[in-house]
């Protein structure tokens, strides 16, 4: 255990906040007796994976709980299919490009997501087309309050739109130590996603011809356009979610706003695009100090060099105000305020 971290380093939005303890936990077992030992319940914690969708806000009076645990094991394997599970601290990129090396199909629309593979499962992480709630079949977790192990099945998380049962009913009660995800050994792309096939297109990819590997490096190559690189910019991705809002809210806002970026679901609600939103309320690129809004993508939230946390969700207050007071659409943030 260390104590006084700065946890710059473990955040990617880059922000000086210290904290009181340090641990890493490196296997399963290191989690079990580490939650066993520990009575948490009156101590401040806050487990922490790769620490790209946290914003600290405050120097972290407590534990930080890094989680470290290692490790790509084939739990089942047939012509078809193949089942992997996954040590939670392996690192979210990492294992996309292992199971695009081994034409494992189904995550490679998920390529370059910051983060690790515990993490993944929270806010069931999404991009271009595909939530990873469509691999994962089950979340090996440990309960915090005794050090007890157990296993959910994918239909018991409640996945939903960057969000499962970790982050709303058992919020803060699970450490995720393992995933497993069960992935398949024929091509099954998912190109719906318009941007993918005009970047496969200026690849020179066929159609036809298509791998795993050219979608993953479509993905890349979109991503790499759009959104700034952590180790050059600190940033969390999309600050907010996208709002969801109901047929007869979507007419409303169309009559004002003919041109508004929306997204017809299968329920007929309709998912508003949170960066045109952000955009048309005159954030984008705003800076003041050494934080922001994004040049190129107005849902993401930057620190230049050396914001504090608390400037950056005070900013994130004025954008909620501000889009509200516009288009009556209230924006909920993604990023976990610490
Ligand atoms: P952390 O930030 O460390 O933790 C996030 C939350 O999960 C915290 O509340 C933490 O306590 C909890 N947690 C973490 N690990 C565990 C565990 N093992 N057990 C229990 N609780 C845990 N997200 C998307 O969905 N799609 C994107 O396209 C996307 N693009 C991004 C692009 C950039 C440039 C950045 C910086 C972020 C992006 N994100 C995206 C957000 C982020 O990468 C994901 O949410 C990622 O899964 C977070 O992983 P992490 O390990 O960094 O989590
Ligand atoms: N747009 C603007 N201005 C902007 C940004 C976006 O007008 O500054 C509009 C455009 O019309 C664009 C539309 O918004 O067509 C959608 O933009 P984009 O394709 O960049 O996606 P997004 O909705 O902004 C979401 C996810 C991303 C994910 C991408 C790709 C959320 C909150 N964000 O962003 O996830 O990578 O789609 O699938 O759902 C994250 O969660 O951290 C994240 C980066």
């Given at each position: 255990?260390?104590?006084?971290i700065?946890?710059?380093?473990y955040n990617?939005?880059g ?6 303890w340090?641990?890493?936990?490196q296997t399963?077992?290191d989690?079990?007796n580490?939650?066993?030992e520990n009575?948490?319940?009156?101590t ?5 994976g790769?620490?790209?969708?946290i ?9 930080i ?8 094991e ?11 599970k996954v040590?939670?601290?392996?690192n979210?990129?990492n ?6 090396n081994?034409?494992f199909f189904?995550?490679e ?8 593979v ?6 069931n992480?999404g ?5 990873v ?9 440990i309960?915090?309050a005794?050090g007890s ?15 499962s ?9 699970y450490?995720i ?10 091509p099954k792309f998912h190109l ?7 970047e496969?297109e ?14 993953s ?5 979109i991503?790499?356009s ?7 910019i600190?940033?969390a991705?999309s600050?907010?979610?996208n709002p969801?809002?109901s047929?007869?809210?979507f ?5 004002k ?6 997204y017809?679901q ?11 939103l952000?955009?048309?309320?005159g954030?984008?690129?705003?800076t ?10 107005a849902?993401?939230l930057v620190?230049?060099k ?19 007071a ?5 924006l909920?943030?993604e990023v976990?305020?610490v």
């Open positions: 255990m260390l104590e006084d700065n946890l710059k380093p990617t939005f922000i000086a906040a210290k904290a009181k340090f641990t890493e936990l399963e077992e989690a079990l580490f939650f066993k009575n948490l319940a009156k401040p914690h806050l487990i922490l790769g620490g790209s969708n914003l600290l806000t405050k120097d972290f009076d407590g534990h709980i890094k989680n470290a645990i290692k490790g790509i084939i739990t089942f394997e047939d012509s078809t299919e193949v089942n992997l040590g939670a601290g392996e979210w990129h294992f996309v490009m292992y199971t695009v081994n034409s189904g995550l629309n998920l390529s370059l997501i910051p983060g690790c515990g993490a993944s499962p929270m806010q992480i991009a271009y087309g595909v939530e709630k469509d691999t994962i079949t089950k979340v090996y977790c309960d915090k005794n192990k157990r296993t959910f099945d994918k239909g018991e998380c409640e996945f939903g739109y960057r969000t049962i970790f982050k709303t009913k058992l919020k803060d009660q450490f130590y393992a995933v497993e995800f069960k992935l398949s050994k024929k719906e996603y318009g941007a993918i096939k005009t496969l200026s690849m020179g990819v066929k159609e036809s011809s298509i791998t795993i590997k050219d979608v490096d479509a993905v890349i190559a991503r790499k759009k959104l700034p690189d952590p180790a050059e600190g940033n991705g600050f907010f979610k969801v809002i047929k007869q809210e007419k409303q806002l169309k009559i706003f003919e041109d508004v970026a929306a017809i299968k329920d007929g609600s309709y998912k508003v695009a949170a960066g045109w952000i955009e048309k309320a954030w984008k690129g705003f003041e100090g050494d934080y922001g809004v994004h040049k190129k993508q849902l993401v620190n230049y050396n914001a504090k946390g608390s400037e950056i969700l005070a900013l994130s207050e004025r954008i909620i105000k501000s889009v509200k516009m288009f009556s659409v209230s909920e943030r976990n305020i």
